[in-house]
């Protein structure tokens, strides 16, 4: 890249400032820290600077609530608080309904932050496309250190486990689950940069007739007597992934 006069002026001043494979590499190098995967086609992304007010929200026990906070966030500023209840059913949930997208493989990825690590975290999410719809669940188990997923026979299974799976409490953690809504199949999942195949893994199915919509689903559980809390930013669908 030149600067100066017109390159057609007479005895033009030209000073050369970088050639443009530098400025090139320049340009691929720089960036914002990015901690979310990047493959696949982003398609809705959640922040929650829109209020909650397209949500569905349920909460069991004492002193379980949902709601928008500052006090923690990891982009805009903003948000969502989920406490457990002490009695009951001891849980805090979150629904949201959207179009259904073209069916490729799609991901969906949370970011999350919890107050201790105790209880268990779940985030679904369901396609209804017709007749054919998928179930997909994973669970994040803080209790017994370990990741499982929902198959066919409506049972969780263990897919990763160990110490180095637990995140620290109050910072955040993201966790993304691609799926293969049109084979009916999980694909992968990627977790603090770990990608785990579990294609081999059938969710489960089922569906409504002559009605198609997708959902996801965010549900913090605790097995105990306590209230506990899990904050929740930026949920991001992706398509066509690989």
Excluded: C
């Amino acid at each position: 890249m030149t600067r100066g006069r017109a390159d057609w002026a007479e005895r033009s001043q030209i000073s050369k400032l970088g050639g443009v494979v530098d400025l090139g590499e320049h340009a691929a190098r720089v960036g914002g820290l990015q901690s979310q995967d990047r493959r696949g086609k982003t398609f809705f992304r959640e922040n929650f600077t829109s209020g909650l007010t397209n949500y569905v929200m349920a909460g069991g026990g004492a002193g379980s609530s949902i709601r928008l906070t500052n006090n923690h966030s990891l982009t805009e500023g903003i948000s969502v608080e989920m406490i457990t209840g002490t009695d009951g059913a001891q849980d805090a949930e979150l629904t949201r309904y959207l179009w259904l997208p073209y069916l490729s493989k799609l991901g969906i990825e949370i970011f999350f932050m919890v107050s201790s690590l105790a209880g268990y975290l779940d985030f679904s999410i369901y396609f209804n496309a017709t007749a054919n719809g998928i179930d997909v669940k994973v669970r994040i188990d803080f209790d017994n250190n370990k990741i499982q997923v929902f198959d066919e026979n409506s049972a969780w299974v263990d897919v990763l486990s160990g110490a180095i799976y637990k995140p620290r409490a109050l910072t955040w953690a993201n966790i993304k689950l691609v799926v293969d809504p049109v084979n009916l199949l999980y694909s992968n999942l990627i977790y603090k940069g770990i990608e785990t195949d579990i294609s081999s893994i059938i969710p489960d199915s089922g569906g409504l007739p002559d009605q198609e919509w997708l959902n996801y689903d965010i549900l913090y559980s605790a097995n105990a007597a306590a209230n506990y809390t899990v904050w929740v930013d930026s949920i991001i669908l992706t398509q066509n992934e690989a």
